[in-house]
């Protein structure tokens, strides 16, 4: 498949790491799409901070399984299928 669906929490391709939730599980994902569907993500890869250098984003106060079907919809414009 040649989508940026395909794309979605893909590890070889990935150019930044969200850890989600109290165990920081990991998904995988792509600045500029990230960048194109947020606002707050375009802010934060804009500017000079930790994330842009570490290539991790630490988000403890969203859980991983609802994080990840934020990031499936940046990617897809779906939901997962359940």
């Known amino acids: 498949e040649n989508s940026i669906r395909s794309m979605f929490n893909d590890p ?4 930044v ?3 989600c ?9 792509h600045r500029c799409i990230l960048s194109a569907r947020s ?5 934060m890869f804009s500017a ?3 994330e842009c250098v570490t290539g991790e984003v630490i988000i403890p106060d969203i859980d991983y399984m ?4 934020v990031v499936f919809h940046m ?3 779906s939901i997962p299928d359940k």
Not at 12 to 15: G, L, Y
Not at 66 to 69: C, D, L, Q
Request: hydrophobic share 35%; aromatic share 10%; net charge positive.
């Open 66 to 69: 609802i994080m990840k079907e």
């Open 39 to 43: 606002d707050v993500f375009r802010a």
């Open 12 to 15: 070889n391709t990935a150019d």
């Open 48 to 50: 000079n901070c930790k």
């Open 21 to 29: 939730g109290s165990r920081q599980d990991r998904i995988f994902a």
């Open 17 to 19: 790491i969200l850890k």
């Open 75 to 77: 990617y897809s414009d």
